[in-house]
């Protein structure tokens, strides 16, 4: 007993915070040697320390979060809807980021429902056994198969993290077949990132910072007939340098969240709020 408690105190405190102020510590480190520092004092009015410890708050919040709803990332009705097609909204494609699942998206899901978006469908894949390349071909089989039952409906791709970059390249691959109507990538790595080299598996080791991977992604033509929005924090713990979150092009649509970290991006109902009414209104 001792010995669990001693577990389940690791997983719901030392775990959170230690991630957290360890991910918040390179952050500081990054944007202390770099001009991001001034441009954050700027952004913040002059509360950096302020905004830097509300993402710190909210990255042990959110991590908490993802262990207590990782398992749940494996029931069948996480990752698909039970057609309705009386709805007059568009489907919805959701992909996880690196060492997620499904699970990270009950929040958000929740959300897209209570909005209309009724059918809502989550791609699975593991992070330790997959490629980007076989992901995306995962991704590209779910939005063609998503077409066939909603045919005169493209359907909404929202990727989270490395899930913004598979949904980029997916985009990419169907440019031509126009299954999809609108690409919303949170806290995503366009041009890697350089806490990659600190991941574990082919996966993660893939978005190094202007690694081959993003920058191919980034250099290909870009699909101008759908509308793209970038949602990044400011002082997102994960991706580093903060130039790394900014899509290459003029052609996306931009937002700057409030000042939280990654992981939160999946929980934070005015993040949510902001992207439902993006999609909303790109209809």
């Known amino acids: 007993m001792h010995e669990f408690a001693r577990f389940f105190i690791f997983c719901l405190v030392v775990l959170p915070i230690g991630f957290s102020l360890f991910t918040y510590i390179l952050f500081w480190y990054e944007i202390s040697w770099s001009p991001y520092l001034d441009t954050l004092h700027r952004m913040s009015g002059g509360r950096t320390r302020q905004w830097i410890a509300s993402g710190l708050f909210s990255s042990a919040i959110s991590v908490l979060l993802v ?4 398992p749940f990332g494996y029931l069948r009705r996480l990752q698909v809807s039970e057609p309705d097609f009386s709805s007059s909204l568009p489907p919805v494609i959701l992909v996880h980021g690196l060492y997620h699942n499904p699970g990270a998206w009950i929040l958000f899901r929740r959300r ?3 909005s209309g978006f009724k059918n809502v469908y989550a791609l699975r894949y593991s ?4 490629t980007f390349p076989d992901i995306l071909e995962d991704l590209e089989r779910m939005v063609l198969e998503v077409n066939r039952l909603f045919p005169d409906k493209p359907a909404i791709l929202i990727g989270h993290s490395l899930g913004g970059l598979l949904g980029h390249a997916c985009l990419q691959r169907l440019r031509d077949k126009g299954g999809i109507a609108t690409l919303v990538t949170l806290g995503t790595p366009h041009h890697g990132s350089k806490l990659a ?4 598996g082919r996966l993660a080791q893939s978005l190094a910072y202007h690694g081959p991977l993003t920058d191919e992604i980034s250099s290909r033509p870009p699909v101008l007939s759908v509308p793209l929005f970038a949602f990044y924090s400011p002082v997102d ?12 092009g003029k052609h996306w649509i931009e937002e700057i969240t409030a000042p939280i970290s990654h992981v939160a991006m999946l929980y934070h109902a005015g993040t949510a709020s902001r992207v439902i009414a993006r999609i909303s209104n790109s209809l």
């Not at 262990?67 to 990782?70: D, I, L, R, S």
């Not at 992070?127 to 997959?130: E, F, I, L």
């Not at 713990?237 to 290459?248: Q, S």
Request: charged share 10%; net charge positive.
């Open 127 to 130: 992070s330790w056994t997959r």
């Open 67 to 70: 262990v207590t709803t990782y």
């Open 197 to 200: 080299g600190l991941g574990l």
């Open 112 to 114: 897209l429902k209570a």
């Open 237 to 248: 713990n994960m991706v580093l340098p903060f130039d790394a979150l900014l899509p290459a």
